[in-house]
């Protein structure tokens, strides 16, 4: 169980502010914040690249935690500047050929699906959408329906930016692996809040970042990809970290996943990553998950009962993202009207997850999604504060 007075201990942002935007960017630990500009400062001190020397441990260190973290091998990590980085660099290395099928979730980010459709007239390939079930996640059974010969690629969203949907990424899984399809999964807002191990899941892809729910500083991100597909890929970029000139005309890519990273990066921020994964670790994947899932499933009992307001989350399992309208207020007039109480919400547009917000009719929610340092305390004056803007 997570110790909360101990984690908002650790938790200095917790003194100023109701954060409740964690699928935005969370707060950062004491640790986290101290080895990262602790970095910076010792930049300052003795040089950038003496400064990473002394470091290689620690940033080492960032990908034996993240491997630990997703049940892989540290050779199956890349750490890259963000999550979307690390989703197009693995996908737009997949070779693909005119009239090969994508398969797809309703619930996919913006940034995914315009690489879709770049690809598509591109390659000639198609896009298509698997339906949703009726709870409103992803149709198992559809997809099933759609596979053929031509199917080169699975490619969904475990948890959406805009609500507390939970994608049945292991039955995905299970199907893409007895095709022998490729699977990329999107698990930017779930590493971190709930436990993602790729055994389980059999993707064969997986992006995230590390401000979200894993609570280390902006500017970082994590790619898996298994071993075995690594050879079916061809990274866009080569520069000489992810391969080596070794004759004039010659070079050799590097063994592991690394090979999609570049040269430069910012060891600060991998430093504090490292930290921040461990500190996941430590806290325990299942034990943070029942805790932002209790606060999630309290914050949406609490606010069904304000009068005017609507929650909007689907699916069969509910994360800690949950998302809402109030009837007669615009989405951003209540981000405005919280900030100014320094409660920290985000508003989620259609354009960001086109489709499903297409599908259900909405064009603006609030998001307010919880991590495990939120107090209960936190909520009840959250929904407060909301009551008093309705009346
Ligand atoms: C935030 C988010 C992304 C993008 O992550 P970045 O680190 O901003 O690139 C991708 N997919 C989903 C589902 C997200 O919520």
Known sequence: MIDLARARELTPGTANTV??????ASLPSTPVLEATVGHLRLEGEIGGYEAAARAAERVEAAYGSAA??????PDEIAIVDSATRAWDLAF???PFRPGDRILTSKAEY????????QVARRHGVSVEVVPNDGLGQLSVDALRAMMDERVRLISVTHIPTNGGLVNPAAE???IAAEAGVLYLLDACQSVGQIPVDVEQIRCDILSTTGRKYLRAPRGTGLLYVRRSVLDQLDPPFLDLRSARWTAPDRFEIQPGARRFENWEYGVAGRVGLATAIEETLAWGPEDIRDRVYLLGDTLRERLAAIP?????DVGAERCGIVTFTLDGVAAE????YLAERRINVSVSRAPSTLLDMTDRDISELVRASVHYYNSEEELARFCEELTRLRT
């Open 68 to 73: 630990r973290l997703l049940n892989c091998s």
């Open 333 to 336: 007039t209540i981000k405005e």
């Open 92 to 94: 737009y290395a997949i």
């Open 19 to 24: 954060h409740l935007n964690n699928a935005g």
């Open 172 to 174: 995905i899984g299970k």
């Open 308 to 312: 005017g307001c609507t929650v909007r």
């Open 110 to 117: 913006a940034s995914n699906f315009i690489a879709y459709l």
